[in-house]
């Protein structure tokens, strides 16, 4: 019964390729995040949605775009992957202004 | 904007020494203060809170008190165990509607026997 899981766990490809990454909770949360954490281990934050709706967009290249079907899950996809991209992405939940739960993460190497 | 400022590791301890990982920061208002632990591996873990001046946020024998007048929430253990070797970041969240959350770079702790 994990609390925020996403799949895949690592996920290698090759530059110039599309991916998806996949985010649920089920806290019942009604806010999720994303946030990247590259190879010194600073992590920042990318993306929030409120019940389904954006509301943190961050300075990240519009080849990102997170897309939330419900508010349980929330999705991250990635067009033409750059080597820049490689990092470990990190999914958490809150409620309202409570602490964050974060998820175990998705490595990301790109080739 | 906020911003966090942690002290840079690593950190090594002998098992059973006392800890201190300094942070402090900047923000606008009123922030609510976190402490994450991320083992080998894993996901960030919730270690502790505060989320006014002067609360003690506490949990497996760590502790940090908020401290607005220093604009610090200093990361203290009594007796470290190597179980606790991992790498710890200092947060803050802003009081708008969502609790975005900004790090600190993080400090590596490793304890050895």
């Known amino acids: 019964d994990t609390a925020v899981s996403q799949t895949p766990k690592y996920l290698v490809t090759q530059m110039g390729n599309d991916k998806s990454i996949k985010c649920e909770q089920n806290?019942?949360?009604?806010?999720m995040y994303w946030y990247k954490q590259d190879s010194k281990k600073f992590l920042k934050i990318m993306f929030s949605y409120n019940n389904k709706e954006l509301i943190i967009n961050e300075t990240v290249p519009n080849r990102f775009s997170p897309k939330s079907p419900d508010k349980a899950h929330l999705n991250l996809h990635i067009n033409s992957l750059e080597l820049g991209d490689s990092a470990v992405y990190f999914c958490a939940s809150s409620q309202e202004l409570s602490e964050q739960y974060f998820g175990p993460g998705t490595r990301l190497t790109v080739t | 904007g906020n911003s966090v400022t942690q002290m840079e590791g690593p950190v090594t301890l002998s098992e059973e020494a006392f800890l201190t990982i300094n942070c402090t920061y900047t923000a606008t208002g009123y922030p609510s203060l976190f402490w994450y632990v991320q083992y080998p591996g894993e996901g960030l873990q919730l270690l502790l809170k505060?989320?006014?001046?002067?609360d003690k946020g506490s949990n497996k024998g760590f502790e940090a008190t908020y401290r607005k007048e220093t604009t610090s929430f200093h990361l203290e253990k009594g007796s470290v165990q190597v179980s606790d070797s991992a790498v710890y970041f200092c947060?803050?969240?802003?009081?708008?509607?969502?609790?975005?959350?900004?790090f600190g770079t993080g400090t590596r702790l490793q304890v050895t026997l």
């Open positions: 947060a803050l969240s802003d009081t708008g509607t969502a609790s975005k959350l900004t």
């Open positions: 806290l019942g949360h009604d806010t």
């Open positions: 505060a989320t006014k001046a002067d």
